[in-house]
């Protein structure tokens, strides 16, 4: 695991540490000292904590005056122990919304499992976000985290699945990726008003 990296290729158009309304804002980071851990497994040290044990983050990409941020995880998803989706809301999401940041693309390429608890902070997020034309995408989820996720019913706060699994993000540019799904999400819309 401590050579996966977060994503690089955009930082030519986007880097966290060097964003003034960004979470991690200043953050800097040693290449060669491996501390953050999932399990017994050291990853990069590229990947920022925001509070949770197992889940670790990185801001790819935010555009302000759209509205939308891709956020790259990786590591276990556990609300049932660690409730990391509140991590997640409090000290990233929530600070986003500060910026007008509504639209919300989460890369779960990396994610390896997912445990629920109850899903307050997936409909609180919603809630923030449908107000102003917002969405949150949870892009290239593994089966058995999606099986997880529905079992939950996070399908009717989080837009997963299908159609948006297979997608090679890496090939595109942020902004390409962003608008991709902008239409997908004007789609189902439209489809739902029929």
């Given at each position: ?13 986007y ?11 200043g953050?800097?980071?040693d ?10 497994y ?28 891709c ?10 122990i660690s ?6 809301k ?14 919300y ?23 923030d ?8 995408v949870?892009?290239?989820t593994?089966e ?12 009717h706060y ?7 699994n297979?997608?090679?993000?890496r ?24």
């Amino acid at each position: 695991m401590h050579d996966i990296e977060p994503y690089h290729k955009w930082r030519e158009h986007y880097t966290s540490s060097e964003d003034e309304r960004s979470p991690f804002y200043g953050r800097i980071y040693d290449e060669f000292k491996f501390t953050n851990k999932v399990y017994n497994y050291f990853i990069h040290p590229q990947w920022d904590e925001f509070g949770s044990p197992t889940l670790y983050a990185k801001i790819i990409y935010a555009d302000y005056h759209k509205g939308v941020a891709c956020i790259e995880l990786i590591g276990e998803w556990n609300d049932c122990i660690s409730n990391d989706i509140m991590f997640l809301k409090r000290e990233i999401i929530d600070d986003m919304m500060n910026h007008d940041v509504h639209k919300y693309v989460v890369l779960c390429d990396n994610v390896l499992n997912f445990h629920s608890s109850d899903d307050s902070y997936y409909e609180e997020w919603y809630d923030d976000v449908k107000d102003e034309n917002g969405w949150i995408v949870f892009l290239n989820t593994l089966e058995h985290v999606m099986a997880e996720m529905e079992s939950v019913r996070l399908q009717h706060y989080v837009n997963f699945g299908p159609q948006y699994n297979g997608i090679n993000w890496r090939k595109l540019k942020p902004s390409v990726i962003a608008d991709y799904i902008e239409d997908i999400q004007s789609n189902e819309i439209k489809q739902l008003s029929y």
